[in-house]
């Protein structure tokens, strides 16, 4: 499986930025999609996830998201995406889209990663 994230960049405080994350050998309504996001010098952190596709699809947010970001899929294009509104300079890290079975906030639980995307926040 093999999973690419991008669309990061630099932007500037409250602005809104749009990752996605896109299967070229496997359909990603099948997985569970991840978002993971790395700072220098500090560990992986879960952002948020999206079950496998069905009748009542869960999503999942962590707690700093505080309702600043939004995932989704678009099924035409096997693309999950992450819209980010109202960035702040400490959302500025690498991040990373990864699938598994259920979702999950711990990286170990994740099968397949992407190679990430930077998002720098400046103030």
């Known amino acids: 499986v093999q999973l690419q994230a991008s669309g990061g960049g630099l932007v500037q405080s409250g602005e809104s930025v749009r990752l996605s994350c896109v299967a070229s050998n496997v359909t990603l309504d099948d997985y569970a999609i991840g978002w993971f996001r790395q700072a220098p010098g500090k560990e992986r952190d879960w952002v948020t996830c999206?079950?496998?596709?069905?009748?009542?699809?869960?999503?999942y947010y962590g707690e700093f998201v505080e309702g600043r970001f939004t995932i989704s899929r678009d099924s035409t294009k096997n693309t999950v995406f992450l819209q980010m509104d109202s960035l702040q300079p400490a959302d500025t890290a690498v991040y990373y889209c990864a699938a598994t079975g259920t979702c999950s906030s711990s990286s170990w639980a994740y099968w397949y990663w992407g190679q990430g995307t930077q998002v720098t926040v400046s103030s």
């Open positions: 999206i079950g496998s596709s069905g009748s009542d699809t869960l999503i």
